[in-house]
């Protein structure tokens, strides 16, 4: 039997003849034409220090890469049929819509006029609420721009569809995700929020530098972690996901929290949520790119430039992004959309771990987050 450790403890037992199958799993997990990230030199004595797959029927995950980078791929996570089923879906949704309250939703220097001051916002914790690509409002009207159809309007959908959605639901509350997320050393996880983002062609919005923990604050230690599905292929044309392998070795840079001045004082004239500085020194490296983008032309240049790597996947790949990872994602110049579903999950009550009362999002009367 051999006993493959990860720096949580075994995550998986393999006996002698599956650990034969070892360098097909690897060969899996360096497909030609993607990047990978991480030290994938390999020999047979580094590999079992340095690597733990965990194995399962539906899926293979590199956990140690993963502890080493905080991002990583678990290939075909999800099935061709399940992509389409949850793209259906959400086409039937957006189709029942009424988009007579329009909002943007932006990641630029106005997310706080946005985002910060939006009862619509707020409110979309355990519902399906609806957000538009900044570009898609004519400003004088209030109105969709001419000629714009709602479908290809929206930003992302959220942030409650694992709660109030069957087809979302069932594939939240699989068995895959809830195994994945104990391989990878979650032990009471649970699930605050779920997004379903479009990535529009042609102007499908950038998504400035941020750490997901800065929206999913943990106390008394960051906890969130990312699951990104692929429902279509995501590639450096339309939009795919880049990080920066061992940045969540990095504190926390920024919080976005409730402003006291509206909650507590009564001011309805403050904005609702503002960010705050988390570390001293906010002359870092990765201070000048954060909630922007690097400097670069074009922006490819700048992101490989402050050391992000592209994680271009094929639909039903899942991209692991660690709470503390730096990623952001660049405008789609594509014809193609980019839509993907993501799952924002926390470490649980029963590991000590508490969900900041100053996150934007609260549920109702205290309620829990669903348990994985
Ligand atoms: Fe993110």
């Given at each position: 039997m051999l006993v493959l450790l990860s720096p949580r403890g075994p995550l998986s037992l393999l006996s002698e003849a599956s650990s034969k199958i070892i360098p097909f799993m690897f060969a899996r997990l360096t497909r030609p034409g993607l990047q990978r990230a991480g030290n994938?030199?390999?020999n047979s004595t580094s590999f079992r220090r340095t690597f733990a797959v965990h194995v399962c029927d539906g899926f293979q995950v590199d956990v140690q890469s993963f502890h080493d980078n905080g991002v990583g791929i678990v290939q075909n996570f999800a099935s061709q049929e399940e992509c389409e089923k949850m793209m259906a879906q959400m086409d039937t949704l957006v189709s029942e819509w009424?988009?007579?309250d329009l909002v943007v939703f932006r990641t630029d220097d106005k997310q706080t006029e946005n985002q910060g001051n939006s009862d619509y916002f707020l409110d979309s914790g355990d519902g399906i609420a609806f957000f538009l690509e900044p570009?898609?409002?004519?400003e004088a009207t209030g109105?969709?721009?001419?000629?714009?159809?709602k479908h290809l309007s929206l930003n992302k959908v959220g942030h409650g569809l694992h709660v109030q959605d069957s087809v979302f639901r069932e594939y939240s509350t699989s068995s895959r995700v809830s195994e994945l997320t104990r391989a990878l050393g979650w032990i009471d996880p649970v699930l605050p929020q779920s997004m379903y983002i479009f990535?529009?062609?042609?102007?499908g919005a950038e998504v400035t530098s941020h750490q997901d923990s800065a929206f999913l604050y943990t106390e008394p230690r960051q906890t969130c972690l990312g699951l990104w599905l692929a429902l279509e292929d995501a590639t450096l044309d339309n939009g795919c996901v880049w990080a920066r392998p061992g940045?969540?070795?990095?504190?926390?840079?920024?919080q976005f929290y409730r402003n006291p001045e509206y909650?507590?004082?009564?001011?309805?004239?403050?904005?609702?949520m503002l960010f705050r500085n988390l570390?001293?020194?906010?002359?870092t490296e990765p201070m000048k790119w954060e909630g922007k983008l690097p400097e670069g032309v074009p922006a490819e240049q700048g992101a490989y430039d402050a050391g992000f790597v592209p994680y271009e996947c094929k639909q039903g790949d899942l991209v692991l992004i660690h709470g503390s990872v730096d990623h952001l994602s660049l405008k789609n110049t594509s014809d193609k959309s980019r839509h993907t579903f993501q799952l924002h999950l926390i470490e649980g009550p029963k590991q000590g771990v508490a969900w900041s009362k100053e996150n934007w999002l609260q549920l109702a009367n205290g309620r829990p987050f669903l348990s994985l």
């Open positions: 994938l030199t390999l009424d988009p007579s570009g898609a409002v004519d109105l969709l721009q001419e000629g714009r159809s990535k529009q062609p042609h102007d940045s969540h070795h990095e504190p926390i840079r920024r909650f507590e004082q009564g001011n309805k004239d403050a904005p609702q570390i001293q020194d906010d002359t």
